[in-house]
């Protein structure tokens, strides 16, 4: 009601304000998804070892010419896109001219990768503000910004990280009619996502398309969604083609990695395809996004029967119309868990793209329950309850989720960040020469990238107990010309089977630095013996502690627990020492 100042009421008629657009302005907003991200770029542990040898090492042989080369890569199989890599090659060569160490190239293309993803979260926002509701906008933004999940997709050099800030965006389309509805935009959106990052994900945009033909045919301009929607996939038809050109470019073949991609996954034959890469039980999302997301996973998936219950027993306030806007919304999490459910392989960055998804789901639900239990009706029981007990009990539950998000990400960065951190000895002058090898025995699959390693030094294999198919080296590159006979020579040793190729291997004789770890509850064996230990051959040249997950109770292993003397010995995190040792000179 506006008053005049002396505080009486005006003499104009009444009027309610209108409710605010955002209750946070965009600009805070983008801040407040830039720290959180920004953190994640500077701070997150390597989750998969994937992101290192598919993504990191083709990245590094662009920018310096030499790296690490996996089956992937290889023109005879070519499931993986030169231009999503190129894209983060040029980030990190701009990059090289302002920093003189190519750890801090590394650090440039994840605070790239954590800008645009808080830009796309800052998008949705406004989105979500503007059609839905505001308070679903600040809902989704605080999960957003203090979920684990989040945290490890934000900045992750992946293509599910990059489907995922496609999912957004496409989303964001979707939602905002401004200026007329945006169904060719969303479409090249979800299609980038699909074609540049991960096929599968272009399951995501059923539901939100078919909502637009559903309300094009009630609204008669059908017609208008057909043309929309074709002028969506002539888009992506351009983005497959500019991705098929820069593809024959490095491989010097004709090929569409996309199909090769969903080829090797569905249709690999006996012996191939991602199950030959390890199988987990159904529970496994489940259990994953209840870690990432904790009571917001539980909320996710409660948000269609809730919508049910509401629609049942409150009509009055549901419309159909929005009935249907919600259904559409809150389907595609729904449908992207269900698909990934059945499928035998299972990831944790399998969910990255539905992420935006999950988190909406997640602020519907809740929205729907402060709906509920905000009632002043005197007929519902939720109406007779003091106003101070609600608010102490959803404040309780918020407060809850957000300390249980910042100790689960607090206790996964200062548990596995060792090998982003041991190797920064090998930058001070007169430790590591070039044509000197790092090796890796156990450790392999927690290497960081070749951006951690000084020009000329390079990382090589010892056997350990594994028995896979370990990388190889891409061809030495002096210039551009014979960067692009690298990418398109056909390497050997590689094979689509995950069979081990000894030749991957040196011996240990040739390795004048070596990475290795020791836990006290791991046994020792002949082909992974304790080198941090054997003081007559190595020396350690820089340890950090590293989480002894054998010897930590679950909770020790799910959340950050201080090392305090007064916490009691079953609930305290144990260590094991992460080392890079130098060999003993003679």
């Not at 080829?263 to 987990?280: D, K, L, M, S, W």
Request: charged share 15%; hydrophobic share 45%; with cysteine.
């Amino acid at each position: 009601m506006s008053s005049t100042t002396t505080g009486r009421p005006s003499s104009r008629t009444k009027s309610r304000r209108a409710p605010p657009t955002f209750y946070i302005p965009l600009n805070i907003t983008l801040y407040i998804c830039l720290v959180s991200c920004g953190i994640a770029a500077f701070l997150s542990p390597i989750q998969d070892c994937d992101e290192v040898f598919n993504f990191w090492e083709p990245t590094h042989y662009l920018d310096h010419g030499y790296g690490l080369q996996t089956w992937e890569y290889s023109p005879v199989y070519s499931i993986r896109s030169w231009l999503y890599v190129s894209i983060h090659a040029t980030v990190g060569k701009i990059g090289s001219f302002f920093f003189k160490t190519k750890s801090s190239e590394f650090y440039a293309i994840r605070l790239f990768l954590a800008i645009f993803c808080a830009s796309c979260q800052t998008r949705l926002y406004s989105a979500i503000c503007r059609t839905l509701s505001p308070r679903i906008g600040l809902l989704f933004l605080m999960i957003a910004a203090f979920s684990p999940g989040m945290f490890h997709s934000s900045a992750a050099f992946l293509p599910s990280s990059f489907t995922m800030y496609m999912s957004m965006l496409g989303l964001t389309a979707f939602l905002d009619w401004r200026g007329g509805q945006k169904v060719a935009q969303g479409i090249m959106w979800f299609g980038l996502g699909a074609i540049v990052g991960w096929p599968f994900a272009g399951a995501l945009i059923v539901p939100l398309l078919l909502e637009e033909m559903v309300i094009g045919f009630i609204a008669g301009s059908l017609r208008k969604i057909m043309v929309a929607i074709g002028g969506g996939i002539l888009r992506c038809l351009a983005i497959l083609a500019s991705e098929i050109i820069i593809d024959y470019a490095f491989l010097r073949k004709f090929a569409i990695v996309p199909w090769n991609i969903v080829a090797y996954n569905i249709f690999g034959g006996e012996g191939r395809g991602p199950e030959i890469f390890g199988t987990e039980a159904w529970t496994f999302y489940f259990k994953n996004l209840l870690l990432n997301f904790n009571v917001w996973f539980v909320f996710a998936l409660l948000s269609g029967p809730f919508l049910l219950l509401q629609a049942v027993f409150r009509p009055h306030a549901t419309t159909k119309e929005t009935l249907f806007r919600t259904v559409t919304l809150i389907t595609p999490f729904y449908m992207w868990l269900s698909i990934f459910t059945l499928q035998q392989h299972k990831e944790e960055r399998f969910m990255y793209p539905a992420y935006p998804f999950l988190i909406l789901n997640a602020s519907i639900s809740f929205h729907m329950v402060l709906s509920y239990i905000g009632s002043t009706n005197p007929k519902e029981l939720v109406g007779r309850l003091p106003a101070k007990l609600k608010l102490m009990a959803v404040m309780s539950l918020v407060l809850v989720a957000i300390n249980a998000g910042l100790l689960r990400t607090v206790g996964m960065i200062t548990a596995y960040r060792a090998p982003l951190k041991v190797f920064e000895p090998l930058q001070h002058p007169g430790i590591g020469q070039t044509g000197e090898s790092v090796c890796f025995g156990k450790e392999w699959y927690r290497f960081p990238s070749s951006f951690f390693l000084p020009d000329g030094m390079r990382a090589k294999f010892i056997r350990s107990e594994f028995r896979g198919l370990l990388p190889g080296e891409f061809p030495d590159a002096a210039d551009y010309r014979s960067l692009f006979e690298g990418t398109s020579q056909i390497p050997t040793g590689m094979n689509d089977r995950n069979q081990e190729d000894p030749g991957k291997y040196i011996d240990i004789a040739q390795c004048s630095f070596l990475v290795d770890s020791s836990f006290p509850g791991r046994p020792v064996t002949e082909l992974e013996p304790d080198y941090i230990h054997d003081e007559t051959r190595w020396e350690p040249l820089s340890c950090e502690s590293f989480l002894d997950a054998s010897k930590t109770s679950l909770l020790g292993r799910l959340i950050w627990i201080p090392d305090l003397p007064f916490v009691p010995g079953r609930f305290r995190r144990h260590w094991g020492e992460y080392c890079l040792l130098q060999r003993k000179k003679d």
